[in-house]
């Protein structure tokens, strides 16, 4: 099994729907780190699981934008923002969002 992972940081803001009082549902910013990982038993015809650029280019759409912008049907909590990531990435099978420091959501296969 072939298995490889990236790591980005990103800046970006959000908004969240809540239906309890919080200061989430009020525009503001995060530093995430973004990790990715895919796998695959064999490897496609460039060698490869999946270019790590392609995995950069998705998680840019990310990267200094109100992330509300771009996720526009789910509400952009960190575990929305790692299924979205999960989705768009070939033999992906685990994105993890660090929302601040300890804080951490994943979605994995």
């Given amino acids: 099994m072939y298995t490889i992972t990236k790591r980005m940081e990103i800046s970006g803001a959000h908004i969240l729907s809540l239906d309890y009082e919080s200061k989430c549902t009020k525009l503001h910013g995060h530093n995430w780190i973004i990790t990715v990982t895919a796998q695959s038993e064999t490897l496609n015809h460039n060698g490869m699981v999946v270019d790590f650029t392609h995995i950069k280019k998705v998680v840019n759409q990310l990267d200094h934008v109100c992330i509300n912008d771009v996720i526009k049907d789910r509400n952009p909590t960190a ?3 790692a299924k979205w ?3 768009q990435i070939p033999h992906c099978v685990r994105v993890s969002v660090e ?6 959501a994943t979605y994995e296969a």
Avoid: L, P, Q
């Fill in 85 to 87: 990531i999960y989705d």
């Fill in 79 to 81: 575990e929305n923002i």
């Fill in 99 to 104: 929302e601040t420091e300890g804080n951490v």
